[in-house]
């Protein structure tokens, strides 16, 4: 199977081009390169490449010549640094995908493979002893500067329980990112219905590994607290440190990434379906930061009491329908991902070799 790969020469990106090399397909990459999630000089990918934006019509309509499906991956990513990234977030995220559509649509490619996200969710799912399955609303500025991270129930005020979020769950961005991943899924799903087109949407939850960049406001947790150790830093915990996550190695999305391409031409047509790609073992950001400074020999964490407007309190995957559907299962548990994470190589922001 030839496959176009948008971003693939990326953190994610590059090893589903290697994932998919390994199982006998042909990637295509396309990738702009931009300085945000490519510091310094990045490394090509082993596949024919394209140097383009996503959102350079006439680049994306020749990169699609042969190819039999497509793998979405670039975009913008994180929750960068101000509101003002607003633009520049819409722009590669959601205008890049109605350029890519189009033209996919054009070429009559009906397969698509998207990098959903678990931010749609909003918070996760959390029960109450008396009502049950509830949705607490956006937490309060005051609340969190005084130090109350925790959501409470929004009928009654009590502490919740959180649990593992479901791909049934109803969708709640919490910031310009997470709208801009929605957003996705729904053109996704409106190219889907309109082409009689197959597609698939993983909603990845915090993925590391290595290759991930360094020293950048876009990248995820993992990697602030990985780039702090490799200064000889300590890691900065925001809030109490007890976040709850599901943080899944790289490699094991990108094998998520192949199995969904694998299977999405035998799926319904007219429809997009979401799979939750987690790892299935909910750990707190404490946790993680703790594991990776003892790893790599660094500074114990500190946990500062910061926290971000945008931010949720507890998101954890419930993956079992990637499982059961798809066959997939997370092969690097936590352990053994943070202390290979804590010593592996990162993007950096070095200046370009000579």
Not at 193 to 208: D, E, F, I, K, P
Not at 274 to 289: K, L, Q
Not at 298 to 321: K, N, Q
Not at 327 to 341: D, I, N, S
Request: net charge negative; aromatic share 6%; charged share 20%.
């Amino acid at each position: 199977m030839r496959v176009l790969v948008t971003g693939g020469a990326g953190f994610i990106g590059s090893h589903i081009v290697t994932a998919l090399k390994d199982r006998g397909h042909e990637p295509v990459v396309l990738d702009a390169l931009l300085p945000a999630a490519h510091p310094g000089t990045p490394p090509l990918p082993d596949a024919e490449f394209v140097r383009a934006d996503v959102r350079d019509a006439d680049a994306v309509r020749a990169a699609l010549r042969g190819v039999d499906a497509v793998c979405h991956q670039a975009a913008m990513v994180g929750l960068g640094k101000e509101f003002a990234d607003a633009p520049d977030y819409v722009g590669c995220n959601d205008l890049g995908t109605a350029v890519l559509l189009a033209q996919t649509a054009a070429a009559g490619v009906r397969e698509v493979v998207l990098a959903g996200s678990m931010v749609v969710y909003g918070e996760g799912r959390y029960t109450c002893g008396r009502h049950g399955t509830v949705r607490p609303g956006p937490r309060r500025a005051e609340d969190l500067a005084a130090g109350r991270f925790e959501p409470r129930c929004p009928d009654c005020g009590a502490e919740l329980a959180p649990g593992l979020v479901g791909e049934d769950a109803p969708a709640d961005p919490r910031n310009v990112y997470a709208t801009t991943k929605l957003a996705q899924e729904h053109l996704t799903a409106s190219w889907a219905r309109c082409t009689q087109g197959r597609a698939v949407s993983l909603r990845y939850h915090n993925v590391y590994g290595p290759g991930m960049p360094r020293d950048t406001p876009y990248a995820g947790v993992a990697s602030f607290f990985r780039s702090a150790l490799a200064r000889g830093e300590a890691p900065r915990v925001f809030e109490d440190g007890a976040q709850r996550r599901d943080f899944v190695h790289v490699t094991d999305v990108a094998a998520a990434n192949v199995a969904a391409l694998e299977a999405v031409g035998g799926m319904p047509s007219g429809g997009l379906v979401a799979y939750n790609t987690g790892s299935g073992e909910p750990h707190t950001v404490g946790e993680m930061a703790s594991a990776l400074a003892s790893a790599h020999g660094g500074p114990e964490p500190v946990v500062t009491g910061e926290y971000r407007l945008g931010d949720v309190r507890h998101i954890t995957a419930d993956s079992a329908r990637l499982r059961d559907e798809l066959g997939w299962r997370p092969r690097v548990g936590f352990a053994r991902g943070m202390a290979e994470f804590a010593r592996a190589g990162q993007r950096t922001s070095a200046a370009p070799a000579a």
